[in-house]
C-alpha cells in the first residue's frame, strides 16, 4: 500500500496539473473556472497529492495487496506450487487485460504491475518456509470479517453512506476529522478518473478554418453543454468543416466522431455523451475503485486492527490463545458499532419528531423527520417551530434542514436556504445550494455565482456550478 500510495500520489499530482492547466484556459478565455483561482493555487502542492492520492491507496491500493497476498499464500501451500503459482500469473494478466478493457490506460496498468508482485512474493516465501494454518486464519481473519460482513448487510440501504457518515462519523469529533477529509480531497482523486461525461466543465480547441455562419452556433452550443472552447490546453479538438458542413471530434489526433452540424445542433448532449464515452478509458479502473471501497478498504482496516490486539495479547499468552483473543475483541467491537449504528438509524417520526428535546438523542429524531418531509415532499413552512432548526448545533440536523427548505412554499424558506450559505459545516452549505436550485430560485443566481468566486472549498463549488446551471445560468467568455 506505500507502493500504492507513491503511485496515487504521482497520478493525482499530474491529473492536478492537467486541471490547473485546463483551469487557466478557461480563465484567460473569460469563463468561470471550478475550482476557482483559490483551489486553483492548491493544485501543484503535495497536499492535495497526497490527500487525493490516498483514496485510491485505501481502495485499489488495499484490494491489490489483500488479493495478491491471498495469492501468495495459496501458490505456497500444498504440494502443486508450480501449478497455482502459474494459475495466479494468468489471473494477474488476466487482470491486466481486463483493466485495459475500454482501451490503453497507462496508469490503471502500473496499478496491476506494480503493487501485486512485491505482495505476492513475500506471502509466497514466508509462507513457503512455514506453511500456513489454514483452519487458524479462517478462524482468526475470515469468519469474523465474513460475520461482520452479513451484519452490515443487513443495514445495506440507499441511506447507508448518509448514515454512516451522520451517525457514525460526524457523531465523535476523529470521526469528523475523517469526514472533513473526505470531502477536502475526494474530488483531486475523483477528477484523475471521471469521463469527461461526469465532468462539469470540459475543454476542447476548435481548429482555426474559414470564417462560416455556423461556427458561432456551434460554439455556443457547446458552451451550453459546459464544453468549453479556450485556445489551449485541450487534448481535445474539433474541426468545424464548413465546405461539407460536418463537424470532426479527434484527440491528440485520434478521430473519435464525425457528425453533421446540423445533427450536433439538433441535439448537441447526445453527440458529446458519444464523445466522452470514445474518450473514456477509466471505467474498469472506477469499477475496481468501488469494489476496493466496499469490501478491500474495510478488510483491510480490520486485519491492521487485528494485528495491533494480536500483537498486543501476544505479550501477555500464547500464539494460538493470542490469535482467538485478537479475533474475538474485532468481532465484538465491529458488533458494537454495528450495534449501536443500527440503534442510531432513528425511523421516520412524525412531524412531532422536529420538537426540540433536552434528551441526548433528539436530534437523531430531528434529522429523521427532516429526511422524512424531504423525500415526501411535504411543506416544512407548515410545521410549527420549523424556524428554530436553523439553528440547531447539530450540522446533522442544518443538513436535513436545507434539504427539506427545497419543498418548503413560503418566502421563509428561501431566506433561510441563502442564509446558510454561510453556515460553518460543508455539507449544510452545498445543502443550501441544492435546495436554492430545487426551490428554482432565479434571484439567487447572483449570489450564487457570488458564493463560487469567494468559495475556499472545491466541494462548496462543485455544488453551486451545478445550481447555477440548473437555475438557467450559463457561461458566458469573453465578450
Request: some cysteine; glycine content about 8%.
Amino acid at each position: 500500500m506505500g507502493i500504492a500510495q507513491l503511485l496515487a500520489g504521482l497520478q493525482v499530482h499530474l491529473s492536478n496539473l492537467r486541471l490547473l492547466s485546463e483551469m487557466a484556459a478557461v480563465t484567460a478565455a473569460g469563463f468561470q473556472p471550478v475550482p476557482n483561482l483559490h483551489v486553483m493555487a492548491l493544485l501543484p502542492g503535495s497536499g492535495a497529492a497526497f490527500g487525493g492520492g490516498l483514496f485510491f491507496t485505501l481502495s485499489v491500493g488495499a484490494g491489490l495487496a489483500l488479493a495478491a497476498a491471498a495469492a501468495g499464500a495459496l501458490a505456497a501451500s500444498g504440494s502443486a506450487r508450480r501449478g497455482r503459482t502459474l494459475a495466479a500469473a494468468a489471473l494477474w494478466a488476466l487482470g491486466v487485460l481486463s483493466i485495459n478493457a475500454a482501451g490503453f490506460n497507462l496508469w490503471a496498468s502500473l496499478y496491476l504491475l506494480i503493487v501485486p508482485p512485491p505482495v505476492f512474493a513475500m506471502a509466497w516465501l514466508s509462507l513457503r518456509r512455514e506453511p500456513p494454518a489454514w483452519r487458524s486464519l479462517l478462524i482468526s481473519r475470515a469468519l469474523p470479517v465474513a460475520l461482520l460482513a452479513l451484519g452490515w448487510s443487513t443495514q445495506y440501504d440507499a441511506h447507508l453512506f448518509s448514515d454512516l457518515r451522520d451517525h457514525l462519523l460526524m457523531s465523535n469529533p476523529a470521526g469528523e476529522r475523517v469526514s472533513s477529509f473526505y470531502y477536502r480531497y475526494t474530488l483531486y482523486a475523483a477528477e484523475a478518473f471521471k469521463s469527461r461525461r461526469q465532468k462539469q466543465i470540459n475543454t476542447l480547441r476548435i481548429a482555426p478554418g474559414p470564417a462560416d455562419s455556423r461556427r458561432g452556433p456551434v460554439a455556443q452550443a457547446l458552451i451550453r453543454s459546459d464544453w468549453l472552447p479556450v485556445a489551449s490546453a485541450a487534448a481535445l479538438v474539433l474541426d468545424i468543416d464548413a465546405a461539407e458542413g460536418r463537424l470532426r471530434f479527434s484527440e491528440n489526433g485520434r478521430p473519435l466522431a464525425e457528425v453533421a452540424i446540423e445533427r450536433f445542433l439538433a441535439d448537441p448532449r447526445a453527440v458529446l455523451d458519444q464523445v466522452a464515452d470514445r474518450c473514456d478509458r477509466w471505467a474498469p479502473f472506477r469499477s475496481l475503485a468501488f469494489w476496493g471501497v466496499l469490501a478491500a478498504f474495510p478488510a483491510a482496516l480490520y486485519l491492521l486492527v487485528f494485528a495491533l490486539l494480536r500483537l498486543g495479547a501476544g505479550l501477555l499468552t500464547t500464539p494460538r490463545r493470542a490469535e482467538l483473543a485478537a479475533a474475538a475483541l474485532c468481532l465484538l467491537a465491529g458488533a458494537g458499532i454495528l450495534a449501536a449504528f443500527a440503534a442510531g438509524r432513528a425511523g421516520a417520526p412524525g412531524p412531532e419528531g422536529l420538537a426540540a428535546g433536552p434528551a441526548e438523542g433528539a436530534w437523531r429524531q430531528q434529522a429523521a423527520a427532516l429526511r422524512a418531509i424531504h423525500e415526501t415532499g411535504a411543506d416544512i413552512c407548515t410545521l410549527p417551530g420549523w424556524q428554530d432548526l436553523e439553528a440547531s448545533a447539530r450540522p446533522q440536523v442544518r443538513y436535513w434542514f436545507a434539504k427539506a427548505l427545497a419543498r418548503g412554499r413560503c418566502p421563509e424558506a428561501s431566506a433561510a436556504a441563502l442564509r446558510l450559505l454561510a453556515d460553518p459545516h460543508l455539507n449544510v452549505r452545498t445543502m443550501a445550494l441544492e435546495a436554492l436550485a430545487g426551490r428554482g430560485e432565479r434571484g439567487a443566481v447572483g449570489r450564487v455565482a457570488a458564493f463560487i468566486a469567494d468559495s475556499r472549498d472545491w466541494y462548496d463549488q462543485y455544488y453551486a456550478y451545478r445550481a447555477l446551471r440548473s437555475l438557467g445560468w450559463t457561461q458566458t467568455g469573453a465578450p
